[in-house]
């Protein structure tokens, strides 16, 4: 019978992983009277997944902390960023707020926030070296992070594959 549990437990992790999931297995065991139920469960848990905005800004969701910088697009359109004002940790931010700014060789541009909430963390690595966001936006060059308010507010996103779209057929 254990054999058949293990074999079982292998073929439904392989069965439901995928690129976005990760699966977390569960075996319960309950005696019930004098047989022993046992019922095997997995939980899908959804890997951090970018978000975009028509502004250029992304947010990385996980959990209820969101993670915020600027695309690979709109970090090319400036250019060199030689200045990064984030939002202090505490602030209280809304979405479509500008709520920093960032200054480059050739331009300025406002952060306008993706969501609501509260600022948790502000990445200072980028206020020292704001360069940080033209060599690495989406790893080392992300902005702040935030506590979301209201996780409805990322339906109103699009996704990567929505974004590459925007940006093919939109001018900026």
């Not at 997995?42 to 992304?58: D, L, P, V």
């Not at 984030?86 to 306008?112: M, W, Y």
Request: aromatic fraction near 6%.
């Amino acid at each position: 019978m254990a054999q058949l549990i293990n074999r079982i437990t292998g073929q439904a992790l392989k069965s439901v992983s995928s690129v976005y999931k990760t699966n977390i297995l569960r075996l319960d065991v309950k005696k019930i009277g004098s047989r022993n139920l046992r019922t095997i469960t997995t939980t899908s848990i959804s890997r951090a997944e970018r978000w975009f905005t028509e502004k250029h800004e992304w947010i990385e969701v996980n959990g209820k902390i969101g993670t915020v910088g600027i695309s690979n697009y709109a970090q090319d359109a400036l250019g060199d960023v030689v200045y990064a004002q984030l939002p202090d940790v505490g602030s209280s931010i809304k979405k479509e707020e500008e709520v920093g700014a960032l200054e480059s060789v050739k331009a300025a541009s406002e952060i306008i926030s993706p969501i609501s909430g509260t600022v948790v963390e502000k990445n200072e690595a980028v206020e020292n070296k704001p360069g940080l966001i033209n060599t690495s936006c989406y790893k080392d060059g992300w902005l702040f992070k935030v506590e979301i308010a209201n996780l409805e507010e990322v339906k109103s996103l699009m996704n990567e594959k929505s974004y590459e779209d925007f940006l093919k057929t939109d001018p900026h």
